[in-house]
């Protein structure tokens, strides 16, 4: 069992005990949904499923799941739209909803999370295909041949799910839900932000994880990472080599630990914004070396560190990554997760698909005649409105009642922290005029040192983000910490290497 399938079995038992929980009363049988009357919406598959093991849609078998009814649905609220959704509920159902969000640009329904303790607590758990079906590139290439896909990727997928989910719910045991829930990272980051901003009503609690919301910018952020790390037309020679990136982050780390908020021990940064490395402190004395960086290396780390910007107006267009993010993880298999080398691209951009085909729809498209100014502002017109969810606005979210927790890491390297905080503090001052105390009221920020995209790294990386957004939802009680383990190779069975209470940030 993964260290965060544990966690959340823990965190099932706590939930039970919290939320007691109440017999379904069935108004239907579960293979009756077949012929529920939904609007635009075709029940395809209603099975009531027995508890024990099960074998997800998707091949991954789930090994002790509780009776409940699965329903698979397709959603065609307009000429073009198919969104692919699923709705598990328990037999012994505590009147709650939990969708769970996507991840990159994938149609994968996240089924160890349907149906992982959360299913097990009583709660109806919900996911989406996002309307398509593949990855990058299936996903960009359908997306330009049917302009309705990007749409229902953008925000009307998440939208149609969980209001087909919350009827379903209904007819299936005669009772509406008390409360729903979605937690998602990244992508499902994303998605919760949208959410907020366009559907103030269908979640009382949301939980945003790594929002890549920013959408359109941070595509921008992966192309200028490419582009300033390779000499024009050279695609396959970086200028900084993936296996010189270790040197920036524990040069950094070296410099500035113990004096940005953390202990003198860490293998990480509390706080990158305290810590004023500059990359020529490793520069070559001459020449070229595996420990040092010549001076055009230098010079690209910093145009990296600087982020994207419009040469024209010198307006911000995607700030960089916080120092710390730099280096590859290797995990206790031996495997690489992310690290900038994973986010620049190979032998061409990272998402070029998405200038490829959704913004220029052009196969051939070179990114080297790429211009930050023309360019980006044409995809900001053609895309922004669809995908991007920036509206600091949360005001109808906030007068129905909803509460919005956001999390991300201050080592990841795919959405950079600082954009995180820049959302944030624009909430701040238009929900609130700059009271950062009424803002809250309804939506927090905490940042976790050390982690990496969503999780992972050598910080604080396992925590509860499920129990604190229901306790604020339910009894009122806003989140004043959260409390985040490092786990010895992110294993429990090796033991606790570090545990961290985390306070929400502040402006």
């Known amino acids: ?223 200028w990472q490419f582009l300033r790390n390779h000499t024009p037309g050279n695609d396959t020679e970086p200028i900084i080599p993936a296996a010189k990136l270790p040197l920036l982050t524990n040069a950094a780390v070296r410099q500035c630990r113990g004096r940005d908020g953390g202990l003198a021990t860490d293998g990480f940064l509390t706080d990158p914004r305290r810590c004023s490395f500059d990359p020529a402190t490793l520069q070559c004395p001459v020449g070229d070396a595996p420990t040092c960086l010549t001076k055009r290396q230098v010079r690209a780390v910093r145009e990296m560190y600087g982020g994207a910007r419009d040469p024209r107006t010198g307006r911000q267009v995607y700030p960089g990554w916080p120092v710390g993010s730099e280096a590859p993880v290797i995990d206790a298999a031996g495997r690489v997760l992310t690290g900038w080398s994973g986010y620049w691209g190979t032998t061409q951009p990272a998402r070029a698909n998405f200038w490829r085909h959704w913004v220029f729809n052009d196969p051939n498209w070179n990114w080297w005649t790429f211009d930050f100014h023309r360019d980006l502002r044409l995809a900001e017109r ?46 701040v001052r238009v929900t609130s005029g700059g009271r950062e105390r009424e803002t809250r009221e309804f939506a927090r920020l905490f940042l976790f040192p050390g982690m990496t995209h969503c999780g992972r790294g050598p910080g604080p990386n396992i925590f509860d983000t499920l129990t604190p957004i229901v306790r604020w939802v339910e009894q009122g009680a806003a989140p004043a910490e959260i409390v985040a383990t490092k786990y010895v190779n992110d294993n429990p069975a090796d033991g606790v290497a570090m545990t961290r209470a985390l306070n929400p940030f502040a402006c």
């Open 382 to 427: 053609k895309l922004g409105p669809l995908i991007n969810a920036t509206n600091p606005d949360l005001n109808p979210f906030r007068r129905s009642g909803g509460k919005l927790l956001m999390y991300t890491g201050w080592a990841d390297p795919v959405v950079s922290a600082h954009d995180t905080i820049d959302y944030y503090r624009k909430v």
């Open 1 to 223: 069992m993964s260290p965060l399938r544990r966690l959340l079995a823990a965190i099932a038992v706590l939930l039970i005990g919290l939320s007691p929980q109440a017999p379904a009363t069935a108004d239907s049988t579960c293979e009756s949904l077949t012929a529920a009357a939904l609007p635009h919406t075709t029940i395809t598959i209603a099975e009531s499923v027995p508890a024990g093991g099960y074998t997800a849609p998707d091949g991954r078998v789930l090994p002790s799941v509780p009776a409940f009814c699965r329903v698979h649905g397709i959603a065609k609220p307009v000429p073009g739209s198919a969104i692919g959704f699923e709705v598990w509920i328990p037999e012994q159902w505590n009147q709650r909803m939990l969708m769970f969000g996507n991840g990159g640009y994938s149609s994968a329904m996240d089924f160890v999370s349907m149906g992982g303790p959360t299913l097990a607590a009583g709660y109806a758990t919900v996911g989406t295909d996002t309307g398509h079906t593949g990855d990058d590139p299936d996903m960009f290439v359908q997306g330009a041949a049917n302009p309705e896909i990007i749409v229902d990727w953008g925000h009307r997928a998440v939208h149609e799910t969980i209001v087909n989910a919350k009827l379903i719910a209904e007819q299936h045991t005669g009772t509406k839900p008390r409360y729903s829930y979605f937690i998602g990272c990244s992508t499902g980051g994303h998605q919760a932000l949208m959410e907020a901003q366009r559907y103030p009503d269908d979640f009382d609690g949301i939980v945003a994880g790594a929002p890549g919301n920013n959408r359109v910018a941070l595509n921008a952020g992966f192309l």
